[in-house]
Nanobody
Framework: VQLQASGGGLVQAGGSLRLSCKIL????????GSWYRQVPGQQRELVGK???????DYSDSVKGRFTITRYYPTKTMYLQMDSLKPEDTAMYYC?????????WGQGTLVTVSS
């Protein structure tokens, strides 16, 4: 089982990016999941999450700018990031659990220039 994260890149402040996290090699789907980010030398922080009912929750730093969605047919979770700021620069990781096991994506780098 793998979580394949993609979509990172370089963007100017005020721009947008959409990150994807696809489940590979398993029959389970992205019923719930989270996005985290990490800056070198700092702890990994929770960006937002989506639960099995589709309810989302976000950190205060991204609320109103970031949106998590999921698409069952392709077993993919998305992180839509709008109005990006330089402080959003980080490695972004997707995360989910299934049958009491944790699964992390490999990370995708987002760089926001001022």
């Amino acid at each position: 089982v793998q979580l394949q994260a993609s979509g990172g890149g370089l963007v100017q402040a005020g721009g947008s990016l959409r990150l994807s996290c696809k489940i590979l090699g398993s029959t389970f789907n992205v019923n719930s999941g989270s996005w985290y980010r990490q800056v070198p030398g700092q702890q990994r922080e929770l960006v937002g999450k989506i639960d099995t009912s589709g309810t989302t929750d976000y950190s205060d730093s991204v609320k109103g700018r970031f949106t998590i969605t999921r698409y069952y047919p392709t077993k993919t979770m998305y992180l839509q990031m709008d109005s990006l700021k330089p402080e959003d620069t980080a490695m972004y990781y997707c995360f989910t659990t299934y049958r009491n096991r944790d699964y992390w994506g490999q990370g995708t780098l987002v760089t926001v220039s001022s």
